[in-house]
């Protein structure tokens, strides 16, 4: 599971590694900005999409809303 975090605690450095692998899969695929829209459209609370963690949706949608 690269795109979404395991069902047990992971540590700081897994995640790190685990997004970063996945943010590298994202940065070649050709629907990388439909798939971020639709997560950031439906407001999605989890995982990696368009290339961009949880975190990093929230402060695009907020910067685009202010």
Excluded: Q
């Excluded at 997004?19 to 050709?30: M, P, Q, V």
């Excluded at 997560?39 to 961009?52: D, F, K, S, V």
């Amino acid at each position: 599971m690269l795109f979404f975090p395991p069902a047990h605690w992971e540590r700081n450095d897994e995640r790190d590694d685990r997004e970063r692998r996945a943010k590298a899969i994202c940065a070649g695929c050709s629907v990388r900005l439909p798939c971020l829209e639709y997560a950031t459209g439906i407001r999605e609370p989890h995982g990696i999409w368009g290339g961009l963690t949880e975190l990093e949706r929230r402060v695009l949608s907020a910067r685009d809303a202010g």
